[in-house]
């Protein structure tokens, strides 16, 4: 056993070692302090939790998050996710892989279980867990995914399908719609028209969009559409596929914004999951200005999330990330005002990722967990039930 773990331990340094050489440098300027103050957010009383907003930021680990302070807010400023007052860690490696992709890691968010990555809260036997989402939507509650993805990528796919493989999105398409789900907001229109339109990811004639509106869902794909819509259930698609880093629109705060509008309106509560997904796009890419740009459109949700908590009393906001991308580190710049932001991978990394909480009992996400664990807090705290479960 131990000769095992320190050959684990060994691939791991080598892996590491061979990288290292290949170091891609970026460099970030460090803006100017910001002028305006930013202000921490309190610890509050436990008491009922009636909603979650649960926030991922794909592959965002504390070298996004930092250097996103220093170009965006500068040394002494802080992001809206730096003012959160409770802080811990999550360890993400998936159950094949020490490594985690988005798949599995947010299976360990949604079924609080262990799964390959690729699998969609589906587990390695072949078995579907449970999610939090699917607990809350049997409580009465309203439930919610946004996205700057397509809606049905690896994230917020695993809190309302289950299937084996990630990559059939056209499946996962299908398998939304009697998912419960009041609020679908993102990319991925292809997903979602039949073969014969331009742009079409699917292998058929369906036309999910004609389908979601015949089940009571109002479909938009623009930001004024959305704002003006009144219905309960909204499918936005806001793009063929994922949605533009550069002039997005909506923007990740306006979409989250909406979902909580609808979501709200439930007296029984809701649960809400919200993925700033281009982190790790930006990671993948080793693009720092495209990591800045999307840390600044994440912490403006986050902000989103926060305002609606600190007003309700009854939520509780957790924000964390399903693994790092890039190997993203902080270097030695040219002058106190600048740094080299340099990259190890062009894949995820197994370090662990920072967590952020606030609301009700945000306390107990403090210290180090397993990725399985948070999921497991999360429906216990909000009274949703105990996880994992493995559906019949
Ligand atoms: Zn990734």
Same mark, same amino acid.
């Given at each position: 056993?131990?000769?095992?773990? *320190?050959?684990?331990?060994?691939?791991?340094?080598?892996?590491?070692? *061979?990288?290292? #050489?290949?170091?891609?440098?970026?460099?970030?300027?460090?803006?100017?302090?910001?002028?305006?103050?930013?202000?921490?957010?309190?610890?509050?009383?436990?008491?009922?939790?009636?909603?979650?907003?649960?926030?991922?930021?794909?592959?965002?680990?504390?070298?996004?998050?930092?250097?996103? #302070?220093?170009?965006?807010?500068?040394? !002494?400023?802080?992001?809206?996710?730096?003012?959160?007052?409770?802080?811990?860690?999550? +360890?993400?490696?998936?159950?094949?892989?020490?490594?985690?992709? *988005?798949?599995?890691?947010?299976?360990?968010?949604?079924?609080? @279980?262990?799964?390959?990555?690729?699998?969609?809260?589906?587990?390695?036997?072949?078995?579907?867990?449970?999610?939090?989402?699917?607990?809350?939507?049997?409580?009465?509650?309203?439930?919610?995914?946004?996205?700057?993805?397509?809606?049905?990528? @690896?994230?917020?796919?695993?809190?309302? @399908?289950?299937?084996?493989?990630?990559? &059939?999105?056209?499946?996962?398409?299908?398998?939304?719609?009697?998912?419960?789900?009041?609020?679908?907001?993102?990319?991925?229109?292809?997903?979602?028209?039949?073969?014969?339109?331009?742009?079409?990811?699917?292998?058929?004639?369906?036309?999910?969009? /004609?389908?979601?509106?015949?089940?009571?869902?109002?479909?938009? $794909?623009?930001?004024?559409?959305?704002?003006?819509?009144?219905?309960? &259930?909204?499918?936005?698609?806001?793009?063929?596929? %994922?949605?533009?880093?550069?002039?997005?629109?909506?923007?990740?705060?306006?979409?989250?914004?909406?979902?909580?509008?609808?979501?709200?309106?439930?007296?029984?509560?809701?649960?809400?999951?919200?993925?700033?997904?281009?982190? !790790?796009?930006?990671?993948?890419?080793?693009?720092?200005?495209?990591?800045?740009? $999307?840390?600044?459109?994440? /912490?403006?949700?986050?902000?989103?999330?926060?305002?609606?908590?600190?007003? /309700?009393?009854?939520?509780?906001?957790?924000?964390?990330?399903?693994?790092?991308?890039?190997?993203?580190?902080?270097?030695?710049?040219?002058?106190?005002?600048?740094?080299?932001?340099?990259?190890?991978?062009?894949?995820?990394? %197994?370090?662990?990722?920072?967590?952020?909480?606030?609301?009700?009992?945000?306390?107990?996400?403090?210290?180090?967990? !397993?990725?399985?664990? +948070?999921?497991?807090?999360?429906?216990?705290?909000?009274?949703?039930?105990?996880?994992? #479960? +493995? +559906?019949?």
């Amino acid at each position: 056993m131990r000769f095992l773990l *320190s050959l684990i331990l060994m691939s791991f340094f080598l892996t590491f070692a *061979s990288k290292a #050489q290949e170091l891609k440098l970026d460099t970030i300027s460090v803006q100017l302090p910001s002028l305006e103050k930013t202000e921490k957010y309190p610890l509050v009383a436990d008491g009922p939790i009636k909603n979650v907003i649960f926030i991922i930021g794909d592959g965002t680990g504390l070298a996004q998050l930092y250097s996103g #302070q220093l170009n965006l807010v500068g040394k !002494d400023g802080r992001l809206v996710v730096q003012n959160m007052p409770v802080t811990g860690f999550s +360890i993400t490696h998936a159950a094949n892989r020490l490594v985690t992709d *988005s798949a599995a890691g947010a299976t360990a968010y949604s079924c609080g @279980a262990k799964t390959n990555n690729g699998m969609i809260a589906y587990l390695p036997e072949g078995e579907h867990c449970r999610t939090v989402l699917e607990l809350a939507e049997a409580q009465g509650k309203s439930t919610g995914l946004v996205a700057t993805s397509t809606i049905t990528h @690896a994230t917020p796919a695993s809190y309302a @399908a289950h299937i084996d493989a990630r990559s &059939k999105q056209p499946e996962i398409a299908v398998q939304y719609l009697n998912s419960g789900v009041e609020v679908f907001l993102g990319g991925g229109r292809e997903f979602f028209i039949p073969q014969s339109e331009e742009n079409s990811s699917r292998k058929d004639d369906r036309n999910l969009i /004609d389908e979601f509106t015949a089940n009571g869902y109002e479909f938009v $794909e623009n930001v004024t559409t959305m704002k003006a819509s009144d219905s309960e &259930k909204i499918l936005g698609l806001f793009s063929a596929a %994922g949605m533009p880093s550069e002039n997005r629109t909506p923007t990740l705060a306006e979409m989250s914004q909406k979902a909580i509008d609808v979501l709200s309106t439930n007296e029984n509560g809701f649960f809400l999951m919200i993925e700033g997904s281009q982190i !790790d796009w930006a990671g993948h890419d080793n693009n720092a200005t495209y990591a800045m740009r $999307e840390v600044k459109d994440f /912490d403006a949700a986050v902000k989103t999330a926060l305002d609606f908590a600190v007003e /309700d009393g009854e939520t509780l906001v957790v924000v964390t990330a399903d693994h790092e991308t890039g190997g993203m580190t902080l270097q030695y710049g040219n002058s106190s005002e600048e740094m080299e932001i340099a990259w190890s991978t062009g894949y995820h990394t %197994g370090v662990p990722v920072p967590v952020m909480a606030y609301g009700p009992h945000a306390v107990e996400f403090t210290g180090w967990h !397993d990725n399985t664990e +948070i999921g497991i807090l999360v429906a216990q705290l909000a009274g949703l039930g105990t996880l994992p #479960q +493995i +559906i019949e």
